[in-house]
């Protein structure tokens, strides 16, 4: 970025082990230690940098310290401003901190300590992430060396359902969304009738298939889980009733997962800005996709429940492992480590 591109004045150039905060984020832990990588880079003034006195502070010390949400509480009730959105952390407001500081040594065991834990925390988070991954790389490959698959037109596996919902301005309706990069519908903002423009919506039943027209090109497919069935999606979002007697919601769920299949859904998006191409309905009943046979769409279907299984293990895993951390750094800030 030129001078001629920005209004500040001055930056502050980082060095590593540096300490940043930003002004209007600090609150919710937007704090940092410098990492060697962004050495030399630069930062507006909205990003107050400090540097810790070595001979009493450990720079690592104070990052594991700030991570505690008990500190980002702390500088809220430090900030000031109207309203939330408005806080903003000081640098004066930060400095006025008040840090529990043993001697040096004590410093860098606790930290020692806390980096192994955090390893071992992150090893378990990877190993979850494997197992996920190599499941999802199994179920494509049930359809994949399927010798039996056939390219079939969407049109003859699914059917364009039209909007059923007719607004109330005094009424208040659940929408849906679809996450991108193939994760899947979940459930989005309540919003009044009033709220929006559209005349008419599309109530969702779940094991139908559902995309936004807009962001189909990033992967943004979906079958409609059970937990969003009467969810309520705007017409920009296309959804298709499967049929079932063809093609299982299942095969379909698992083949839109697949970044190899955006791609070429992406080539019948219209526009020329990548960002703005819609995928159309009917140019998405025109796709062809390798449809398997109705024995191997059986089998996917059976592994793919054990495989929801050891998702929903996983996820559970997932959460305790989440809440394991601040305990640590509870427990090392209160000399219990």
């Keep these: 970025m030129s001078p001629s591109e920005t209004s500040y004045k001055s930056y502050n150039r980082l060095i590593s082990d540096d300490f940043v905060i930003s002004t209007p984020k600090a609150w919710e832990g937007a704090l940092a230690l410098v990492t060697p990588e962004f050495d030399g880079w630069f930062l507006s003034p909205v990003f107050p940098t400090f540097r810790a006195n070595r001979e009493r502070l450990l720079p690592k ?14 500088l809220q009730r430090k900030s000031r401003g109207i309203g939330a959105r408005r806080e903003s952390v000081h640098p004066e407001q930060f400095l006025s901190l008040e840090i529990p500081l043993p001697p040096l040594p004590e410093q860098r065991r606790v930290v020692g300590r806390i980096d192994e834990l955090e390893g071992q925390i992150q090893e378990a988070l990877n190993i979850r992430m494997e197992a996920t991954e190599e499941s999802e790389a199994l179920l494509r490959s049930i359809i994949t060396y399927d010798k039996r698959v056939k390219l079939t037109p969407m049109r003859e596996l699914v059917k364009l359902r039209p909007p059923d919902v007719t607004v109330c301005a005094d009424e208040t309706y659940q929408f849906a969304g679809v996450y991108c990069f193939g994760r ?11 709220d929006f423009a559209y005349p008419h919506l599309t109530r969702l039943r779940a094991g139908e298939f559902v995309y936004p027209k807009l962001m189909a090109w990033e992967g943004a497919f979906g079958v409609v889980p059970p937990e969003c069935t009467g969810c309520v999606v705007s017409p920009e979002f296309p959804v298709f009733e499967v049929n079932e007697d063809r093609v299982l919601h299942e095969v379909l769920d698992v083949f839109f997962r697949s970044p190899s299949v955006w791609s070429q859904v992406a080539g019948k998006s219209t526009g020329t800005n990548i960002r703005r191409r819609r995928l159309n309905p009917q140019d998405f009943l025109d796709y062809e996709m390798p449809l398997p046979s109705r024995e191997t769409q059986m089998t996917l279907r059976k592994i793919n429940a054990e495989v929801d299984t050891l998702k929903r293990l996983q996820a559970e895993t997932a959460a305790k492992l989440d809440a394991l951390l601040p305990s640590i750094l509870d427990r090392a800030f209160k000399g219990e480590l």
């Design 61 to 74: 010390f104070l990052e594991w310290y700030c991570k505690r949400k008990s500190v980002w509480g702390e």
């Design 184 to 194: 899947g519908v979940f459930k989005a903002l309540r919003k009044s009738g009033m």
